[in-house]
């Protein structure tokens, strides 16, 4: 089977950087997504195909993908960003799709 | 504006079945893959199935091969999961999400689930 590798936690202080990192031996030719999921609520995509912006996302969020590695970076973090972050994507051969295991952001 | 409207949960035996639908509207319902996607409670979330926009591309999860089947209606811009020999371990809140792709690439709007409880 396949993985995405990813932090469990990342913390920054309100207006910090804040970069969460997905790691997977397919990425260098395989597309990232990555989920906003909050408590009771639906996920939300922040980022599609590494980099790109769903309209009505906020700019600080912005997406990167280098070798082996995606990673999502949030711009001057706000309270409300607090949520669990998950990167999606498939092994080469595009028959196993997974999630990484989540990133808990706290920003306070 | 997309919505995706999941039914079927519920409370049912170990190896016993149960059959989500979720009815889409808001958008072109047969340009799309559409996806199941669930969240145990405490974990993280996991892809179960995918279906292309023409059902000639379907995919499953290693963990529900077998016994989950996948498919949809385009006449009825609906979607469905048919999932037998449940065990504890499929318990979770199951998601209908929308491609944005013809094919299986990832998700841009997601549904609000609906709840499957495996229990004696």
């Known amino acids: 089977s396949y993985e995405l590798t990813q932090p469990p936690s990342v913390s920054v202080s309100p207006g910090q950087t804040a970069r969460i990192t997905c790691s997977g031996d397919?990425?260098?030719?395989?597309?990232a997504y990555w989920y906003q999921k909050k408590s009771g609520q639906a996920p939300v995509l922040v980022i599609y195909?590494?980099?790109k912006r769903p309209s009505g996302i906020p700019e600080r969020f912005s997406g990167s993908s280098s070798g082996t590695m995606a990673t999502l970076t949030i711009s001057g973090a706000q309270v409300e960003d607090e949520a669990d972050y998950y990167c999606?994507?498939?092994?080469?051969?595009?028959?196993?799709?997974?999630f990484g295991g989540g990133t808990k952001l706290t920003v306070l | 504006e997309v919505q995706l409207v999941e039914s079927g949960g519920g409370v049912v035996q170990p190896g016993r079945s149960l059959r989500l639908s979720c009815a889409a509207s808001?958008?072109?319902?047969?340009?799309?893959?559409m996806h199941w996607v669930r969240q145990a409670p405490g974990k993280g979330l996991e892809w179960v199935s995918g279906?292309?926009?023409?059902?000639?591309?379907?995919g499953y999860a290693d963990s529900v091969k077998g016994r989950f089947t996948i498919s949809r209606d385009n006449a009825k811009n609906a979607l469905y999961l048919q999932m037998n020999s449940l065990r504890a371990e499929d318990m979770a809140l199951y998601y209908c999400?929308?491609?944005?792709?013809?094919?299986?690439?990832?998700?841009?709007?997601w549904g609000q689930g609906t709840l499957v409880t495996v229990s004696s």
């Open positions: 397919a990425l260098p030719k395989k597309y």
């Open positions: 279906i292309s926009w023409s059902s000639a591309i379907i």
């Open positions: 999400a929308k491609d944005h792709a013809q094919q299986l690439e990832g998700f841009d709007y």
């Open positions: 195909e590494d980099s």
């Open positions: 999606y994507s498939t092994d080469n051969s595009g028959n196993h799709r997974v």
């Open positions: 808001g958008f072109n319902f047969d340009d799309y893959a």
